[in-house]
């Protein structure tokens, strides 16, 4: 497949600094139109021999010269308006356009057109067989036969002789008839003329009649409704005399709130008589505990009515002094008047507590010493008395609570009927109003008129140039078909096909060496790799992350060449990497590194080996590889699905900085799931020109199917002017490249850190 299977296919790799290249013997040259052709040509001949054969004869024969009669209708986008001095345009103006065009062309027209040309009796020049379509409807008139006519006006419109269209950037609708006889043609277009008027001048007529008739039924029908909603707002005002209940919903509030005081009132009295009770009660029994007392002291002191006004005043203006401290500066001197006032009242609060103290001490002692029982049946009678009453208290508070309620509800009915009757009352003023626009707006002047009838010209022959134009269509169209033939394939070739076809991000891009110097390709690929690097840290908050899978497709689409300078890079800049040859079935990655791994290989684990025994080391240090053998299937089924691997690849994750494992294609084989599960990120390889959409997104597909996280795609082999950085290989002639420094010790360079 071209140069692109010539690249998959080959696995030479060269090593310049460490960093590990694809190499490629043909390159992939440019796919251009001249390519294109040289490969498409018969394509290119063959359509442009058909095209040719079949237009040229046919423009030959039935293309004839004819005279051009034309009449124009306009359509003012913008009339003035005669009520309010502006002016009235037509939203979608040129399908508005489009769609009188149509109606010109209807049965309704045609009709017409067929009725006032047999009244005036056409006569022809032309024979009666001749192959002109407006001609045959000629002969059709002068002998007086209308059966087909308005078919024949079809045929005409459908051959182009007759064409009724919009024209550009104007305001005009022409008809246009071509016709050897230029009288009888300037005649059909006057035709066309006066009977699509006839009817538009009926229909906006008709249409604005419809209008008022509309608006006329709505207006009477809003009246109805004002007046039953008028008369239910009568009804119900009827039991209070107004539709205002405010005033008497606020005397009603009032008289509850009169009436919880004295409940309160009450209840404090009937507090402090069994107060007494209980004192004497105690008396009587000649001890009385310290928590009784206790008990007695704070039911008492609470209960004091100054006491309890002062405590909620506390409460309140705590409760303000925050909300102001939210909303005022800490040295706005309303905070300070604030926060003495609040003091003032803490003081005042406390030096009633103190009162109410020394008040119960002294009820305390002069109880104590009259512990007479008729007093204390006194006491319990007017306790008795007390609790009668504010049971009749709250009995008429529930009662006048439930009126007030009702109250409200019927205020909120009124208020409701109230608001659609407003509501009416606008509408019925809108329809009013229309009804008066749109009386005087029917005096304006119409947006539809005749703009000139019919006149004619000459129709020259255009036989040369339609020739000339298949010929040279035939030419384009036969390109056309050579290009889209090369290039309809679902290989992708630049990152814009990955992002628009698959929706993945990519991470980076490798350069082809096609149209590269030699000499400057491994710094431009070195730069790449960089580039890769550096992108996947910054696309996951600054880290990359600690478990690599590095996978693809298909193969031969530059998965290991990845793995292998993503380590590299990443052990360059001095973090401690671990690179496995996942690829059990075909691993590359001693060969690219040029390691010996003759009895070394991750089925070694299967026999109890440890990792430090079968680590190889690269020349990069901080880069250990663990290498593998082609294995056989049951040899791989049971390492990939030991129950270990798991842990085993976490462990080794926290000796090293990063492990990237390089797996076999995820379409090849069901290792690289198994892989990709095990980490914590996956990146895809594909290769320009080689990859295809369909494998892509399957391979993504199944991914997302367990879950994995797809950090993006590298796309290698992509040409110079399409990589991330098309601008780096011509900056790479305007420096000079520093190859050693000696001045300083190696110790004192500082490398950024990448996370």
């Given amino acids: ?60 024969m039935f293309i004839k010269p004819f005279y051009l009669a034309t009449a124009a209708i ?23 356009m489009y769609t009188q065009a149509d109606l010109i062309t209807s049965d309704r027209v045609l009709q017409r057109v067929v009725d006032d040309l047999s009244d005036k009796n056409i006569k022809l020049m032309e024979e009666a067989k001749s192959r002109d379509p407006v001609t045959a409807v000629r002969n ?7 059966s087909d006519l308005i078919l024949l006006l079809r045929k005409a419109i459908a051959d182009n002789k007759l064409t009724v269209a919009p024209e550009d950037k104007t305001e005009l609708i022409k008809i246009s008839v071509k016709s050897s006889n230029p009288s009888n043609a300037s005649k059909i277009a006057n035709s066309f003329v006066q009977a699509y008027m006839t009817i538009v001048a009926t229909e906006e007529l008709k249409d604005g009649d ?73 008396q009587k029994e000649k001890t009385i505990t310290p928590e009784v007392m206790a008990k007695l002291r704070h039911d008492f002191i609470n209960s004091d009515l100054m006491v309890q006004t ?44 103190q009162q109410a103290d020394k008040n119960f001490d002294e009820m305390a002692e002069k109880e104590f010493k009259e512990s007479d029982m008729l007093e204390i049946q006194e006491y319990k009678y007017k306790l008795e008395q007390i609790s009668l009453h504010q049971q009749q208290l709250r009995d ?20 409701d009927v109230k608001e659609q009757l407003d509501n009416s009352k606008d509408m019925y003023s809108t329809i009013q109003k229309r009804i008066g626009e749109l009386e005087m707006e029917r005096k304006r002047l119409a947006r539809i008129s005749v703009a000139y009838l019919a006149n004619t010209a000459p ?123 996942g690829d059990l079935r075909k691993p590359d990655i001693a060969k690219y590194l040029k390691l010996d791994n003759k009895g070394k290989g991750m089925h070694q684990l299967l026999a109890d080996f440890k990792l430090r025994d079968l680590l190889l080391y690269s020349d990069v240090p901080g880069l250990s590889v663990l290498t593998a053998e ?41 290792d690289a799931l198994l892989w990709a599960s095990m980490v914590d990120g996956v990146i895809l390889t594909s290769l320009a020109g080689h990859t295809e959409t369909p494998d892509l997104k399957d391979t993504i597909e199944r991914l997302k199917q367990i879950n994995v996280n797809l950090l993006g795609i590298v796309l290698s082999n992509v040409k110079y002017n399409q990589i991330y950085y098309p601008y780096g290989y011509g900056y790479y002639g305007k420096t000079n490249v520093i190859k050693d420094v000696k001045q300083e010790p190696a110790d004192n360079i500082v490398i950024p850190e990448v996370k």
């Avoid at 690097?533 to 497709?553: D, Q």
């Avoid at 976490?650 to 090849?668: G, K, Q, Y």
């Fill in 1 to 60: 497949m071209n140069t692109l299977t010539k690249y998959s296919d080959n696995h030479n790799l060269a090593q310049s600094g460490g960093m590990v290249y694809p190499t490629n013997e043909d390159g992939d040259p440019a796919l251009n139109i001249l390519t294109a052709v040289r490969k498409r040509w018969k394509i290119l001949l063959f359509t442009m021999i058909i095209i040719c054969s079949i237009g040229l004869p046919a423009v030959w």
């Fill in 74 to 96: 306009r359509v003012a986008p913008v009339i003035s308006s005669i009520l309010f001095g502006g002016e009235e345009g037509i939203p979608m103006y040129r399908n508005y």
């Fill in 140 to 146: 059709k008139f002068s002998k007086n036969n209308s």
């Fill in 210 to 282: 419809h209008k008022l008739t509309v608006l006329e039924d709505e207006r009477r029908v809003m009246a109805e409704k004002i007046e039953r909603q008028r008369k239910t707002l009568n009804d119900m005002a009827q039991e209070f005399g107004s539709v205002i209940l405010d005033n008497r919903q606020q005397m009603m509030m009032n008289h509850l709130a009169k009436l919880q005081e004295k409940v309160t009132e009450l209840e404090l009295e009937r507090i402090v008589l069994q107060t007494k009770i209980d004192l004497h009660s105690s």
């Fill in 310 to 353: 002062t405590t909620s005043n506390v409460a309140n203006l705590e409760q303000v002094l925050i909300t102001a401290k939210q909303h005022l500066a800490p040295t706005n001197p309303e905070l300070a008047r604030k926060e003495s006032l609040l003091n003032a009242l803490k003081q005042r609060l406390e030096e009633l507590r």
């Fill in 396 to 415: 008429m508070l529930v009662h006048e609570d439930s009126k007030t309620i009702e109250l409200g509800r019927k205020q909120l009915a009124m208020q």
């Fill in 459 to 581: 129709y020259q022959d255009r036989r040369m140039q339609y020739s000339l134009a298949i010929t040279m269509g035939s030419l384009v169209f036969g390109l056309g078909l050579a290009l889209i033939t090369n290039k309809l394939d679902l290989r992708l070739k630049t990152p814009d096909d990955i992002t628009k076809r698959i929706g993945v991000r990519i991470i980076g891009t490798t350069t082809s060496r096609d149209k590269i110097k030699k000499a400057m390709w491994p710094r431009q690929l070195a730069d790449d790799y960089h580039s890769i690097c550096i992108n996947l840290g910054l696309m996951n908050n600054c880290t990359i992350p600690n478990k690599l899978v590095i996978s693809s497709a298909s193969p031969r689409e530059g998965k290991s060449t990845l793995a292998v300078n993503l380590a590299t890079n990443l052990a360059k800049i001095g973090k401690k990497v671990l690179l496995i040859d």
């Fill in 630 to 670: 082609p294995c056989d299937i049951s040899i791989i089924n049971r390492l990939i699905h030991h129950k270990n691997m798991v842990e085993f690849i976490n462990e080794i994750s926290r000796i090293f900085d990063h492990v990237i494992i390089d797996t076999p294609p995820v379409l090849a084989a069901v």
